[in-house]
């Protein structure tokens, strides 16, 4: 088991920036996938960013590259999602999520375990 405890969310103003951390506990965490998903109100799940287990791979759903990075600190076994040039849309509850795979996963069927979510909110 894997137990992931998101933190950072909240509520600001368009153009501006927050960082996003999963702190992960339960599992090696070097042996982990993760990612960070969201759910916007009335739309289906996606997949925002992923980074692989040694960390050398990483995804980002085209809205957000160029403004969102994924990174993690094995020694603190937290993931993180830094935003910046936030966007009205962009509001959503943002999921961090860990797939026990080898390789790389976008897809949501991919990750055994989910965290709580945390609420962002971008005004314009």
């Known amino acids: 088991q894997v137990q992931l405890v998101e933190s950072g969310g909240g509520l600001v103003q368009a153009g501006g920036s927050l960082r996003l951390s999963c702190a992960a506990s339960g599992r090696t965490f070097s042996s982990l996938v993760l990612g960070w998903f969201r759910q916007a109100p009335g739309k289906e799940r996606e997949s925002v960013a992923a980074?692989?287990?040694?960390?050398?791979?990483?995804y980002y759903l085209d809205s957000v590259k160029g403004r969102f990075t994924i990174s993690k600190d094995s020694a603190k076994n937290t993931v993180y999602l830094q935003m910046s040039g936030l966007k009205p849309e962009d509001t959503a509850v943002y999921y961090c999520a860990a797939a026990t795979a080898i390789a790389l996963r976008v897809d949501e069927g991919g990750y055994n375990f989910w965290g709580q979510g945390t609420q962002v909110t971008v005004s314009s």
């Open positions: 980074i692989s287990r040694s960390g050398g791979s990483t």
